[in-house]
């Protein structure tokens, strides 16, 4: 893994207090047999290729930008890719790994990107577990805009021998009206391989291989 450090310079009394500070920044590709979010599969089951920057600012902050093709079957005035563009501030308090940050998904080749929408988060972690808790703060739909909608992940994460790593998740998302949607998920990786099953109320079991590497 190979990453690129530079200084990045910042003025005193904006929201890096410091000066100057040594940031990293780290490109990723994957490929996925099935892009899945939140239990639900995103490409129509179709192979998903996707690709990513992530700067470290070395304080806690951090920002990026990440995309993934949606599939080969979207229907003319559909999205064919998705665009995240995401900002995150991470510290630790008595021994307790916290995270905030902000989300915003969007659609393009959407009329008018309707399918656009934002959430903001706040994640725990102490050892191999973590909680996370997303709100949706912003939504391009008429319909949805005063939605309260949550999702809750419970994850877990696992060294095996031999370079095995066994990951485990939960998640339930909540709307507005009391509707209520469950995935859970169990993953093998190995280096830059990942084999995964996944399951979603009213929805089949997936099996789905990933591939995934930085630079």
């Known amino acids: ?3 690129l450090s530079l200084s990045a310079a910042l003025l005193a ?7 100057v500070l040594a940031a990293t920044i780290e490109g990723n590709v994957g490929a996925t047999t099935d892009y899945i979010w939140r239990g639900n599969t995103q490409a129509g089951g ?5 690709g990513g920057v992530d700067i470290d600012f070395g304080n806690g ?18 999205a064919d890719y998705e665009l995240d563009l995401y900002a995150s501030y991470g510290f630790a308090l008595n021994g ?6 902000y989300i915003s998904y969007q659609y393009p080749g959407v009329a008018d990107s309707a399918a656009d929408f934002a959430d903001i988060y706040v994640s725990a972690g102490v050892g191999p577990f973590s909680v996370s808790y997303f709100m949706l703060e912003s939504a391009e739909d008429d319909d949805f805009e005063d939605t309260d909608a949550t999702y809750v992940s419970v994850d877990a994460e696992f060294g095996l021998s031999d370079g095995w790593t066994l990951g485990l998740h939960y998640g339930e998302e909540d709307f507005d009206g009391g509707e209520s949607d469950e995935d859970t998920a169990i993953s093998l990786s190995k280096e830059a391989v990942t084999f995964t099953i996944s399951g979603n109320e009213g929805d089949d079991t997936r099996a789905i291989v990933s591939w995934g590497t930085s630079f």
Do not use: H, I, Q, R
């Open 61 to 78: 902050f951090a920002a990026g930008v990440w995309t993934g093709s949606l599939g080969g079957d979207t229907d003319e005035g559909e």
């Open 13 to 19: 009394g904006s929201m890096l207090s410091t000066p």
């Open 1 to 3: 893994m190979n990453k």
């Open 96 to 101: 307790v790994d916290l995270e905030v940050g």
């Open 46 to 50: 179709d192979v998903s290729f996707s």
